[in-house]
């Protein structure tokens, strides 16, 4: 038995292979074209949510803080109004401590 002819066998055509249709390809084109615009934008709308939840939560903060500071100023001042108070009474009250104070005599102060 002499085979004078030789059979090829065809194999399907494979999306790999190099050989592809010109249509196929503008198909392909477009669908990764919009499929990469979305991407894009998703990708842009996640980083603007982000960027506005990042802020919120910095001015929340910001506010926090600075509330507590008003109101620790507001605490220091009462304090340091009360010491004044506290002292001129002091000072009023003792004769020897007045002639001192303004004599500028710290040694007789304390």
């Known amino acids: 038995m002499s085979c004078s002819r030789l059979v090829f066998l065809t194999y399907p055509q494979s999306p790999f292979m190099s050989e592809r249709r010109p249509e196929k390809d ?3 084109k477009k669908v990764l074209w919009r499929l990469s615009l979305t991407f894009v934008f998703i990708l842009g709308l996640f980083y603007l949510a982000t960027y ?5 939560d910095i ?8 509330a507590a500071v008003a109101s620790l100023f507001e605490e220091l001042i009462a304090q ?3 010491l004044i108070q506290t002292l001129l009474e002091q000072v009023t009250s003792n004769p020897e401590l007045a002639k ?7 040694a007789a102060l304390l």
């Not at 001015?59 to 600075?66: A, D, V």
């Open 26 to 28: 503008r198909i392909r």
């Open 52 to 56: 506005v939840y990042l802020q919120k």
């Open 59 to 66: 001015r929340q903060e910001l506010n926090q803080k600075h």
């Open 80 to 82: 340091r109004v009360a």
């Open 100 to 106: 001192a104070f303004q004599a500028g005599k710290r």
